[in-house]
């Protein structure tokens, strides 16, 4: 008799060509037996005279797209099978399997989309088991076609006979089409409108010609513009009303990439990976000021759809403006309709697919960061791949932070992020947060008298009381900071580790014995996520006038952080030029009107930033801080700024450091040199505080999280430093330190202690 197993594998296996590339592979060793999509993943049945190698094989050389979670082997008695079968969805699987994220278009498409004699010679929908869409067309589990958005396109017969063939590419992918059987392209331009085979040619001409196009891609659409051409890119930023946040471009290749910015062998990789993200690095290339106003970074990806392929083949400017199509703020536009309306003084054109698109989701952002990659916006080509395994067991929703909002659902114990929402106080944004709710919760069949709903501390957030208007069993409240923490340890399935967690950010809701609803970000907690954290010490307390709207005005914040220095000279005056908003805010402390209490590194990042220069309104969150992180690239020396760690008080404290500040700007000493000073001297400060802390409490491991934490330079000295102490250092991984993190720190407090 032969010997048999059975497989389960858990982990991406579905929706990315795991079942045929198993039957495949069954037919190469000549293995009998059956494959099977089960409810937690793949299952197998094989039977051969020899199966290691075949099992060896399974392992390692999965589809692209998949990922192995866990591989399980038993042996079982042999069956007698005949021949090796792919057997159909039995209907019993449970919708815990996890949908893959979107892919790019693959090699061998790629190939055919430009081969003459292929019959999806330039075919905008191309795609296989390899590649194309996937969590932008399902409506529902399992990933079938009927439950996707390719449901109004019956298959031609070549089509259905490639969907039948378990040795053909295209065996059971979902959106598989043709120029037969799908969908097609379109452009629209007032009222002329050219068909397929038109439509890309035409979009491509307008690009060079300098008009703005409205491109359809995967999770929404893209405002397209060629990124030399700075009328062009003035244009788009004046009609987009974005004023300075950068525009990401993509290039045509990557040899074109390498001429744009700085590729480290890591961020090469990053940017030709599987999710195609856009890559953030140093700027090298001489483009318009207007694509990154103020910054020497650039945000570059490459084409990921048959579509971006055919528009650069079809003689598309080589690096082009891609940036989210939206007004403003307001979340990416995804519904035909929709971008119609909301995009109609914006696009000169808008370049149409017919393929709905199930849901928005935007580009991811990413950077390969001094401890490995660093993600920065986790949407397109990441989720909603599950982030960890937590052990729990009943349903729980995280509602995640007002601001870079995200929320997690776990079911069966996997915790599945969102995609990025946006900023809730956006009532677009706050709209498209309840669409994604509504959507995870239906597409798992979330059972909502089980299910445990988590939020944030902050009574006025509006995923707070969203939280609390759920059917849910149960709700709880999370402190953010913690839930930051809370994310890294998740991530690595630490759930008993004990750690030192420092959470710098920008603001969140703090709960202190004395300071409760004061603004909290600059916080270090002792714990674990089963045994709670305690807040063992803090950045010196400072006052915030306005509140959460300080945010917006570093010169607002400079007046709180700066109450505390003795002999401050009139910052009005140069060479520091503080406006009239400083006065005012400096009159709220006086009277102790809307002041409130802070331990925030974000806003001490302002304050430095004011101090050095940054006096104007911010219009992007975490402007200032960027700014001064780029300030600080040009400088020659690098002195410390001083920042004690008072043990007794347990409090790091800013004020020598503000103080050498303003005397060194009015002394007149380099701006660039006293930017990194401050980084320098920050990192110095944290580590100190990081041994005295692990040292009283006896720890080994730091956890660092929060929005500062996307400091490269910051980590970059604090690295240094670390590593040479037997410390162990851990940041997030999967989701980014920002805000985006905290639903899933929120979900990972559910675990019981
Ligand atoms: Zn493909
Ligand atoms: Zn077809
Ligand atoms: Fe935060």
Redesign the pocket.
């Given at each position: 008799m032969p010997e048999a197993r059975f497989l389960r594998i858990r982990g991406v296996v579905q929706g990315v060509g795991f079942r045929p590339f198993v039957f495949r592979l069954a037919a190469a060793h000549g293995i009998t037996g059956w494959v099977r999509n089960g409810a937690e993943g793949v299952e197998i049945h094989a039977e051969a005279d020899a199966l290691e190698d075949f099992v060896r094989a399974l392992q390692a050389e999965t589809p692209p797209a998949a990922r192995i979670a866990s591989f399980e082997m038993t042996a079982v008695p042999a069956l007698g099978c005949e021949r090796f079968e792919i057997l159909e969805s039995t209907g019993e699987e449970h919708p815990t399997v996890r949908i893959s994220p979107d892919l790019p278009?693959?090699a061998?498409?790629l190939a055919e989309l430009f081969d003459p004699g292929d019959r999806r010679y330039g075919y905008p929908y191309?795609?296989?088991?390899?590649?194309?869409p996937r969590y932008t067309i399902v409506l529902g589990l399992p990933y079938d076609r009927p439950r996707t958005t390719m449901q109004p396109w019956p298959l031609c017969a070549d089509c259905a006979r490639e969907y039948g063939d378990p040795l053909d590419?295209r065996f059971h992918a979902q959106p598989v089409a043709c120029p037969a059987c799908g969908p097609e392209y379109f452009l629209q331009m007032g009222e002329e409108r050219w068909g397929s085979g038109e439509a890309i040619p035409q979009a491509a001409r307008l690009l060079r010609e300098g008009h703005i196009v409205a491109v359809k891609g995967l999770g929404g659409y893209h405002l397209a513009a060629d990124a030399r051409n700075g009328d062009a890119v003035a244009a788009l930023r004046e009609r987009k009303v974005r004023k300075e946040k950068p525009f990401a471009v993509m290039a045509k290749d990557l040899g074109v990439a390498r001429d744009l910015i700085d590729l480290t062998p890591e961020a090469e990789e990053l940017l030709a990976g599987i999710a195609r993200p856009i890559v953030l690095a140093p700027c090298r290339a001489d483009l318009p000021s207007g694509i990154a106003p103020d910054n020497p970074d650039l945000g570059v990806m490459l084409p990921y759809t048959p579509v971006h392929h055919l528009l650069f083949a079809a003689g598309a400017p080589d690096v082009l403006v891609m940036t989210s199509a939206n007004r403003s703020n307001e979340p990416l536009a995804y519904r035909d309709e929709e971008a119609f309306e909301r995009l109609a003084g914006i696009a000169d054109a808008f370049l149409v697919g017919e393929r709905p698109i199930a849901r928005r989701v935007d580009d991811s952002v990413v950077r390969a960061g001094c401890l490995g990659p660093a993600v920065l916006r986790r949407a397109r080509g990441l989720a909603p791949g599950a982030v960890a395994k937590l052990p729990l067991t009943r349903p729980v929703l995280a509602v995640g932070a007002d601001l870079k909002n995200t929320v997690t659902l776990v079911v069966e114990g996997e915790a599945f992020v969102s995609q990025h929402i946006g900023d809730l106080q956006q009532y677009e944004a706050f709209q498209a947060f309840q669409e994604t709710v509504r959507d995870l919760t239906a597409m798992y069949e979330v059972d909502w008298d089980q299910t445990l709903v988590m939020h944030d501390l902050h009574p006025q957030y509006a995923s707070t009381t969203y939280a609390l208007g759920l059917p849910a069993a149960e709700t709880r409240a999370v402190q953010h900071h913690r839930a930051h923490i809370a994310c890294v340890l998740a991530e690595r399935g630490a759930f008993d580790e004990r750690v030192l967690g420092v959470a710098y950010d920008g603001t969140g809701y703090g709960d202190g014995d004395d300071d409760k609803g004061s603004i909290w970000g600059g916080e270090f907690f002792v714990g674990s996520i089963r045994g709670g954290f305690e807040r063992v010490a803090h950045l010196r307390g400072a006052l915030l006038p306005g509140g959460d709207a300080a945010a917006r005005h570093p010169v607002q914040s400079a007046a709180g952080f700066l109450a505390q220095i003795e002999g401050l000279p009139d910052l009005t005056a140069p060479p520091f030029g503080f406006p009239p908003r400083y006065l005012q805010a400096r009159e709220l402390i006086a009277k102790n009107v809307r002041t409130f209490p802070t331990t925030s590194v974000g806003r001490l990042f302002d304050t430095a930033a004011a101090l050095l220069g940054f006096t104007r309104e911010v219009t992007f969150e975490g402007q200032a801080a960027i700014w001064l992180e780029h300030l600080a690239r040009t400088a020659q020396a690098e002195d410390p700024l001083l920042f004690p760690f008072d043990a007794e008080n347990r409090e790091l404290d800013f004020r020598p450091a503000l103080t050498e500040l303003v005397e060194a700007r009015r002394r007149g000493e380099d701006r660039s040199t006293l930017a990194r000073a401050f980084h320098r001297g920050l990192a110095r400060g944290l580590v100190e505080a990081i041994l005295t802390l692990t040292g009283i409490h006896g720890l080994e491991t730091v956890v660092l999280s929060g929005g500062v934490f996307q400091n490269e330079m910051l980590l970059g000295d604090l690295t240094r430093e670390l590593a040479k102490t037997p410390l162990r250092l851990w940041t997030n991984r999967e989701v980014p330190p920002n805000d985006e993190g905290i639903s899933l720190g929120q979900a990972a407090m559910a675990v019981e202690p």
């Open positions: 278009i693959c061998a498409c191309i795609n296989c088991t390899d590649c194309g590419r």
